[in-house]
């Protein structure tokens, strides 16, 4: 490995790269009107759900198959202009910012279910399918596609972010539910990471690879997910604690005890006043569970005896049952809004989301130890969490105009990541890195390690133009 | 990308790389008795399980911590001399042979387990833990490490190979259950792939990317596992069939169910005489199948009811119960000795082990198609596997010295392999691609991927010094 290209060179850095009136000639030619250079356009194509203000690419397209990204991507790699895949929109780390401009690549077109293959648990999809899209195609078959992370995301951009949510606790990340994708690589190639077993040890797991790459390895155009059987019988519950503390020890013992939770989320009392006031609900506002067993009869009713006696012993009071489907969805629906109810609690603002993940025996004190913290902030800041897997969102709500606030949730956020890196967690349990955790990376997983992703950044994509920017730099800083 | 650079230069290629005076003397230097170059040594160091005849390395070195591997590495990197890492020798696709000569680097003897936590369904050992003495570490915590391959291989070595094998149906594979490596890279650096956190999207998924990189990527030398908490209740049993078909079968209707079988064992008639044979039993020499079934007292009892109504629905006969732990070992032994029971079937072969995996939809076909195969070749054929994941293996036994069955085992094999991609399947569910099956994962991926394969290799070992001749080539071919 030759140092000397690591090093940034003096005249290039993370400047414009404007695409060339012959490419935007090109893609116009390709494409038609699924190619625009309109401003309103771009700018929503450079904006997330993140605190950043939106960077808008130069142009949007619109693929309809892999094939046509082959092309862009084709026409882009000639001219060395940045291509930045989008699929919803709904990531919160700045992922789709054109930091260094460029083409946006929406995937949103690309929404056909290929395939359904209900014998083997698969599924086949373009990258642009919801995962709510899905699970309405598989309604009738018996199956469903267990990944929930809140928005109603694309497939796609659930496997560019490794992304996860409230069903991870028994059904597994996105990772444990790729089995194959299909990626155009930055020199236009259409590649496929693997076949369609269920396991597989032939050559370097690809499909991991470009799972959590955030669109700066490839583009991700065809995924191949996991199915499970919808179960016998499912049934929610929401349950009050006094305190945070009890709720948390409530989930650890479970999920030690080796019960099979199909979801297990916290929300803080302010969440919870959050969410009455978006949904006009009136639930007591305490820290709450919200749990939801499955499986045949007789095991939800074990798993939710078993669970009952664990919250008692933490000061949990009585179960709410959820039992029917319109009830679990009148119970579901709020926890879903959260999100955005929360940022209702401050009208205009915007949130700096964190995403601490730490191991189940560092998360009631790491909890603990935020809680103290955020009351120093004097920011509204509500947290809820996916705590069967140690993971927790804090939503610290600043007016974007205000540096002293913005000031504060950076400080903050930096503050917690220590903090999670500390109890040997992570700053990202599921949102990727994006632009805004690319420092942390580092003191997360130290130089050496982040060289190592660097060095499959530059293999990849020699000539930067996939999402650039983003999760590692190209030169060493 | 310099297209150029990836073509093999004239002048190099596959020879032997004989370590230098001066490098055999600072390992000595290094390690004093824990570095042999004894013929003896060095034989068993280049041999594996696998039809192969052995490629000693020059020398052989036995480190006990991840500095003294990354020592090794650094010497070896500045003499540009191969490092082959050793578990306990169990592969069975030549990962081990010293094709390009150089170093063996033993980590047997890093054989500690290095934290439980229980708290957290986790553990970290040294690579070279095997997985019973890693479980015999555990037996009294109520957890347990699941990844069962048949052979005491090493916790590294099954990392390195992604391997799997009867518990995979419930648990998962290696890939399922490993959290974050140490890893010694190609210049001798040490990193860490992840933190301990239960999930996590910080950056790329380099764990993933060096489970099944069969150490040629970088030296793992410390793994993280998830554990599972011993279940409450266990029961095994064994089921004959009049048909193959009939037990595949019932596997694929149970997982379709949801039944979350912990094992499903097949072996056919020609793997019961032979473990019959072999551990002095008596056992009906039909297709059989080994279930076991785990959980609550009363979910095993319903399950066991289920799966014996779908076995009986395809011609099943009686389910024979092994309940008590050591009845259950008296079942299971056999099967973990069915490898060697059946080379014993022919005195002095060799086996040809296939290792095709493909959707469970086309399990039973594929298997059809291949005892028809069998039939073809005049020699003796045992066919066992992980049916629940749609894996088999064929050990085509052949006398080493007879080149008429080696050629035959060779085309069977590649018959195999064809039958498996045309199924959509792979041609190596959980042993790797080692110096065995290079030419075949071109077949099965694709020649673009496995050049974004030999980018990776290229990127991250630019001096071909990890077990240089394995996976992929490191010229295009």
Redesign the interface.
Known sequence: ?NQEVMERPQLTGAARRVPPAALLEALAGLLGERCSTSQAVCLQHGSDESHYAPVPPDAVVWPLTTLEVAQVVKLCAAHRTPVIAFGVGSSIEGHLLAVQGGVSLDLSRMDKVLAV??????ATVQAGVTREQLNTDLAQTGFFFSIDPGANASVGGMVA????GTN?VRY??M??NVLSLVVV?A?G??????????????????T??F???EGT?GIITEVTVKL??Q?EAVAAAVVNFPQLQGAVKTV?EA????VPLARAELLDALSIRAINAHDKLSLNPVPTLFLEFC??Q??VN?QADVVAAIAASHGGGDFQWALRPEERSRLWTPRHHAYFAALQLKPGSRSFTTDA?????ALAECLAETLADIETTGLPVPVFGHVG???FHCLVLVDPARADEVAAAEAFSLRLMRR??RH??????????GLH?MPW?EQ???A???D??R??????D?DNILNPGK??SFYRE
């Open positions: 490995m293959q209900p014998e083997d648990l698969t972010t490794a992304a996860s991870s597994g990340t990772r444990d690589t020199e190639k259409v590649i496929r990471t693997a076949r369609r077993a269920r396991k597989t040890s032939a050559g370097y797991c690809l991991q690879l799972t959590g790459s390895l499970h059987p179960p650890i999920v030690q005890m080796g499986g045949s007789a095991t074990e993940c730490v191991p189940m025996s897997d140690g993971n999670a890196i040997d967690g992570t700053c990202s349990g599921e949102h990727g890195v955790k990376l997360e997983l130290g050496d390690t982040v190592v992703m060095r499959i950044k530059r293999a990849l020699p999760v590692v």
